[in-house]
């Protein structure tokens, strides 16, 4: 099932975009894809698991079974190793933090970490050694569903729908968008760091009840000290 709303943003952010999707359980299983780059695991990850096939890994994070509750996690991209206040309020509450890339700066992981467990992957513009062990790909489960993690869409290197992937997240744009394409959402948070031309600052979230996922982006609003 799919709907979308736009609602009237709160003192704190504005909500964008929501968009629901119930996946079906022929989509539980995880078919390994044959074109996933070879990455370490990455230091920030709570559970890793790498699987192989061939000379590929994936990166595989796992929380375990069907949930039973709603889950949230909180999606952050692109803050150019600047951490609003703003996102961190928004992202207070999840169980789980995604950062899409971008990061630039390995405290920004250390305060996303105080919130939540997170995984993150690199971007374009995360260099240098705190760097070296982030990986470019992740694919984190929750549950049964499957949630594949890159910064630049361009550069997706799998079929999700083949992998039985239900959700894409990306970054790199700076431009917030939620998208469905057959069975697959795919959520770009857009960028919470410095504002890039007159594109929003914006953050996102999950929310996975059983087999169920619905996608929020939320623009933040008051940056800095300039009231709302």
């Not at 062990?133 to 489960?141: F, I, R």
């Not at 079929?159 to 795919?186: L, M, T, W, Y």
């Not at 890039?196 to 929020?216: Q, W």
């Amino acid at each position: 099932m799919i709907s979308s709303s736009v609602a009237g943003g709160s003192k704190l952010n504005k909500v964008l975009i929501f968009l629901h999707i119930h996946a079906s359980e022929s989509k539980t299983s995880i078919v390994l894809p044959r074109r996933v780059s070879c990455q370490p695991v990455s230091k920030y990850a709570v559970h890793s698991v790498a699987k192989t096939t061939g000379c590929a890994i994936l990166n595989r994070r796992q929380t375990g079974g069907h949930l039973d509750t709603t889950i949230r996690i909180g999606l952050i991209s692109d803050t150019h190793d600047l951490l609003r206040p703003q996102a961190i309020a928004f992202l207070r509450g999840s169980d789980f933090i995604i950062h899409a890339g971008d990061i630039c700066g390995s405290t920004i992981i250390e305060e996303l970490a105080r919130i939540a467990p997170v995984t993150v992957v690199r971007g374009n513009n995360d260099r240098g050694a705190w760097a070296d062990g982030l990986p470019e790909t992740e694919l984190v489960e929750f549950g049964g569903i499957f949630i594949y993690v890159v910064h630049d869409l361009a550069e997706l290197d799998i079929d999700p729908n083949a992998a039985g992937v239900q959700v894409v997240v990306s970054g790199h744009s700076h431009k917030p968008v939620i998208e469905r394409r057959d069975d697959v959402i795919f959520v770009n948070p857009g960028s919470a760091g410095p504002r890039r031309f007159k594109l929003p600052i914006s953050v996102a979230e999950l929310h996975i009840a059983g087999l169920s996922v619905s996608a929020r982006i939320v623009e933040l609003t008051n940056e800095g000290t300039r009231p709302p």
